[in-house]
């Protein structure tokens, strides 16, 4: 009897089963086969819930989808990135094609995508992906393997990467640290690569306030003639942005701090690169101011000669003793002067029309007569002009006091030049346009460059700088012969870059310095052995219409280039 009730217990138990699953199916057969959701990208694959979509701007994408039902959609819902839509069109339908329209922005991103579809028996259908934008890019890369360049997009404060693959023993070498000392922008000023915005709030006319309650001004000390100012509406050197305007004889920069905070060592090291733009007013070589005439009467206001209207350079032309000049100003400090060079004087120097000469206004008729002997009463000549001093920092006296002049370079013992460069005229350059300035110091060599052409050149091996003692810009701007001479001349400077190391990067419109017309330092961001990252400075460089070149310096001229566009 056992045996027999297991066996219908067991009976009893399929029969249940048997019975349930027939009745399913007729339940299953009723409703009908499930929704069925189908989605196609166009030009991309779906594959593992997932389209990838590398995009180089900001786009859309179509995503087209087909429902079918055994019944009729009830309701059919599409959502992208977590916002739903119920589709009305589709409801009552067998079957709906449509398309979804999705905004793809040019960043990183994962967008959520989903589909569910509802029939007449509430049976649902869920179809989920997700496309995954890549923001791709195109670089643009070039150069050889020992001097490659590569960049996203060539515009100002671009990111471009150089490497070196060390091939023929070329690399960047050691770099105490990758920015310049100071990159001096006029309104955005870097201190051994800190952003210091001092001046990034200032507007046209504004004094540039050099005292010594203002302790975060890049520099310690100013020049005899007054005010430096932050101008942005006359003499740009690049459009929309700043340069500096400096009235006057003697109107400079001193000391920047940043030089005694840089961690280069004082052992000795009396490297330094400066870099800058300078445009003057006059030239300085042929600037001359007479004060009293031969009999002791005074040359000013009152005189006849006609001096310069507002906004204008020149008053009349004067001649005496077959030498011209023109007017720059006259004011109770006498007439000003800015000779003309011609076959008799080509270069005027310090004696002006000469003693004893009749000078006549060709406008006024107006006459005086020179004294050049009486003393700095009478008569004040052009005078020592220097674009900049370099100096060490210690004492009155210091043991590096360099000065390149409009006319000369001078130099402390140990310093002798190579060629008998010590006299080299740079004031022609910089006369109503923008001129680029560079002075390099090393332990073997002191030279001068205006736009890219040598000037001076002398061998510094045996100038010896003492332990704990670092070289700096001494001034810079236009300083004067004791602010006494050039006072109607008026002197512009922008893009100050000043560095304890030669090693630096320029783009330029040619593969030399020298050949270029326009020609913009970069700011090192990222140093190595064989890499280097550069923030781009395009300045006045337009990639849309010129060649540029990328041009590597470790010495006086340039060691690489390459044409990068």
Excluded at 127 to 136: D, P, R, T
Excluded at 199 to 218: A, L, S
Excluded at 458 to 474: E, F, M
Excluded at 478 to 496: L, V, Y
């Amino acid at each position: 009897m056992k045996n027999f009730k297991t066996l219908f217990t067991i009976a009893t138990c399929l029969l249940f089963v048997v019975v349930s699953c027939k009745k399913k199916e007729s339940i299953d057969d009723k409703k009908g086969e499930m929704p069925a959701i189908a989605v196609a990208v166009p030009g991309h694959t779906l594959s593992e819930g997932i389209i990838h979509f590398p995009v180089s701007k900001e786009t859309t994408i179509a995503i087209d989808y087909s429902v079918t039902t055994s019944s009729t959609i009830k309701q059919l819902v599409q959502s992208v990135d977590g916002i739903q839509q119920k589709i009305d069109n589709a409801v009552g339908a067998e079957g709906y094609a449509g398309q979804m329209i999705v905004d793809i922005p040019w960043e990183k991103k994962t967008i959520a995508v989903k589909l569910q579809a509802t029939d007449a028996h509430d049976q649902v259908s869920t179809q989920e992906f997700s496309i995954l934008v890549e923001k791709s890019v195109n670089r643009t890369e070039g150069g050889t393997s020992s001097f490659a360049f590569s960049f996203e997009n060539l515009h100002q404060d671009a990111e471009m990467t150089v490497t070196s693959d060390g091939s023929g023993g070329f690399t960047f070498g050691p770099k105490l640290q990758a920015a310049p000392v100071l990159l001096d922008e006029v309104d955005v000023v870097y201190e051994n690569g800190v952003r210091n915005m001092v001046r990034e709030n200032h507007v046209q006319g504004q004094v540039i306030d050099i005292v010594k309650d203002n302790k975060d001004e890049v520099y310690t000390g100013r020049g005899g003639s007054g005010a430096s100012y932050f101008e942005t509406q006359a003499h740009l050197r690049v459009a929309g942005r700043p340069v500096f305007y400096m009235p006057g004889a003697s109107n400079t920069f001193h000391q920047p701090s940043a030089a005694l905070e840089s961690p280069y060592p004082t052992e000795g090291n009396k490297t330094i690169y400066v870099g800058w733009y300078v445009k003057s007013k006059y030239d300085a070589r042929l600037y001359n101011r007479y004060i009293r005439d031969i009999n002791g009467v005074e040359l000013n206001g009152s005189s006849s000669f006609i001096g310069p209207k507002p906004g204008e350079r020149y008053g009349e032309t004067v001649t005496g003793n077959g030498i011209s000049g023109r007017i720059t100003g006259i004011s109770d400090q006498g007439i000003s002067f800015e000779m003309i060079r011609n076959p008799k004087a080509p270069e005027i120097g310090s004696t002006g029309f000469g003693n004893n000469v009749v000078v006549t206004g060709e406008t006024s008729s107006a006459t005086f007569t020179t004294n050049t002997k009486g003393g700095e009463s009478t008569f004040r000549n052009e005078g020592s002009n220097k674009w900049i001093r370099v100096w060490s920092n210690v004492g009155n006296d210091p043991v590096v006091r360099i000065s390149w002049t409009q006319s000369l370079m001078t130099h402390p013992d140990g310093v002798e030049e190579y060629d008998g460069s010590y006299w080299g005229t740079t004031s022609t350059q910089m006369v109503e346009r923008w001129a680029f300035m560079e002075l390099l110091l090393t332990p073997d060599r002191l030279t001068a460059k205006v736009d890219g052409k040598i000037i001076h050149d002398a061998d510094a091996s045996r100038l010896i700088l003492p332990h704990g003692q670092k070289v700096n810009i001494g001034m810079i701007g236009f300083n004067g012969n004791d602010a006494r001479t050039q006072i109607t001349q008026e002197t512009h400077i922008s893009d100050i870059y000043m560095d304890h190391s030669i090693k630096r990067f320029y783009l330029a419109n040619a593969p030399t310095i020298e050949a270029a017309t326009k020609v913009e330092l970069q700011r090192p961001i990222l140093w190595e052995d064989k890499r280097v990252n550069i923030k781009v400075r395009l300045g006045t460089l337009d990639p849309a219409s010129e060649k540029i070149y990328l041009i590597y310096s470790d010495d006086i001229n340039e060691t690489a280039a390459v044409a990068i566009n």
